[in-house]
C-alpha cells in the first residue's frame, strides 16, 4: 500500500490526461470495430493496415500503450515505451488524416476523434518534454540539455517512422480486384499450390480445337497432378463468344462433370453459332447437370481474364497450350494438335521445374 502510494506522488499531472486520452481512444477504436459510425466513414474501411482493419489496429495499440502506460507509474523505462509508441501514431495518424482530406474527400468522425486523442496524449508528452528542458536551460544544466535535445530529435525521427510504416502498409481494399482474383481461383483445376501453371487456349469454332479436346480430356488427370490447369476460350471467331457465357457456369459450377459437359457444347458448336439458353439446359439436363445462369459481371470478369492471358502470352492461333514455372517466370508454348501431347507436355513440366 505504501508503495502504491509512493507511486502515485511520482505521477506527473500529464500522467493524467494521457491516460485519459488513451481510454478514449481505445473506446473510439471499440465503436468504429463494432460499426458505431456514420456513412462517411464508410471509405474510411477500405483501407487496411497490414492487413488490418483500422479498427482493429485501433484497439490493438491502444490497448498496449495502456498497459505500458500503466506500468510507467513504477517503471520510468515504460514511460519511454509509451512515448514512442505515441509518437508513431502520431507520424500515422497524419498520413490517415491526409488520404481522408485529399484522397477520401470526407471527413470520418470517429477516425478523427481517435486522431484527436493520440494529438492528446502527444501534446501531453511535448508538455511534459518542455518544460523539463526549460528548467534545464534555466539550471545551466548543459548535459541534461543536450540529453534532451537528443531526445526531441529522436521523437522526430520516431514521428518519421510512423509515417513511413503507414505509408508501406496501407492498403484499399478492391471489389473489383478481389472479385477477379477469386474468379482466377475458381476457374482453375489441378494442384493451385503448385509452381506450375499450364493455360490451354482453344476457340469452340476451331476445327483442330475440336479435334484435340478427347485427347485434352485423358491428358488432363496427368496435368492437373503436375500443376494448375486453366482452360482459356481464345476466340479467333467472334461468334464463338457466345459460347463463353455457359463454359464460364460449367468451369465454376460443375468441375466434376466439366469435360463431359465441354463435349457438349464442342458438338452444339458444330452445329449452331448462336445457341440458346433452352438448348443449353436441354444439353446439360440430359447429362444430369443443371445450367446455373451466372451474373453479367462474372461473365464480363472472365472475358476480361481470358483477354488478358491471350494478350501475355501472346496467342496468335489454337489450339495452343502454355507452361509456365511462376518462380523462375520461365515458360514453354507448345502449339496444334502435333505438339499437344501428354508426354510433350510432361517433358516440358519437367525441364521448367529442374
Known amino acids: ?7 502515485l506522488k511520482r505521477l506527473h499531472p500529464t500522467d493524467l490526461i494521457i491516460g485519459f486520452a488513451l481510454l478514449a481512444g481505445f473506446f473510439f477504436s471499440l465503436a468504429s470495430f463494432v460499426e458505431l459510425c456514420t456513412e462517411q466513414c464508410e471509405d474510411g474501411k477500405k483501407y487496411f ?9 485501433g484497439l490493438l495499440f491502444f490497448s498496449t500503450v495502456a498497459v505500458t502506460h500503466y506500468l510507467s507509474v513504477s517503471n520510468p523505462f515504460y514511460s519511454k515505451v509509451t512515448g514512442v509508441l505515441v509518437a508513431s501514431a502520431v507520424g500515422a495518424e497524419s498520413l490517415f488524416i491526409y488520404i481522408q482530406k485529399f484522397v477520401i474527400g470526407t471527413w470520418c468522425p470517429i477516425c478523427l476523434s481517435i486522431a484527436a486523442c493520440v494529438l492528446i496524449a502527444a501534446a501531453a508528452f511535448s508538455w511534459r518534454y518542455i518544460v523539463g ?6 539550471q545551466s544544466q548543459q548535459g541534461e540539455i543536450m540529453e534532451s535535445i537528443k531526445r526531441g530529435l529522436g521523437s522526430i525521427s520516431v514521428v518519421c517512422l510512423g509515417v513511413l510504416l503507414a505509408f508501406v502498409g496501407l492498403t484499399k481494399f478492391d471489389a473489383l480486384e478481389a472479385a477477379e482474383n477469386r474468379l482466377k481461383e475458381n476457374l482453375a483445376f489441378g ?6 501453371e ?15 479436346d478427347p485427347y485434352l480430356t485423358r491428358m488432363a488427370p496427368s496435368l492437373m497432378k503436375e500443376g494448375k490447369v486453366v482452360f482459356v476460350d481464345h476466340s479467333l471467331h467472334p461468334e464463338s463468344l457466345n459460347y463463353t457465357p455457359y463454359n464460364v457456369s460449367f468451369l465454376l459450377n460443375n468441375k466434376s462433370e466439366y469435360f463431359k459437359l465441354r463435349k457438349m457444347i464442342s458438338d452444339m458448336s458444330r452445329r449452331t453459332k448462336n445457341p440458346t439458353e433452352d ?76
Open 1 to 7: 500500500m505504501h508503495s502504491k502510494l509512493l507511486s
Open 49 to 57: 493496415l497490414f492487413g488490418m482493419p483500422f479498427a482493429l489496429v
Open 133 to 138: 528542458l526549460s528548467k534545464q536551460i534555466q
Open 191 to 196: 494442384n493451385k499450390a503448385s509452381n506450375i
Open 198 to 212: 499450364i493455360y490451354i487456349f482453344t476457340d469452340w469454332n476451331c476445327k483442330a480445337c475440336r479435334e484435340l
Open 279 to 354: 438448348q443449353i439446359e436441354e444439353g446439360s439436363a440430359n447429362l444430369g447437370v443443371t445450367y446455373d445462369q451466372l451474373n453479367y459481371s462474372d461473365v464480363a470478369l472472365a472475358i476480361r481474364y481470358f483477354r488478358e492471358l491471350s494478350q501475355q502470352f501472346k496467342i496468335r492461333a489454337t489450339p495452343t497450350m502454355v507452361i509456365v514455372n511462376t518462380d523462375t517466370r520461365k515458360g514453354k508454348k507448345l502449339k496444334g494438335n502435333e505438339e499437344i501431347t501428354r508426354r510433350n507436355a510432361l517433358i516440358a513440366i519437367k525441364e521448367l521445374t529442374d
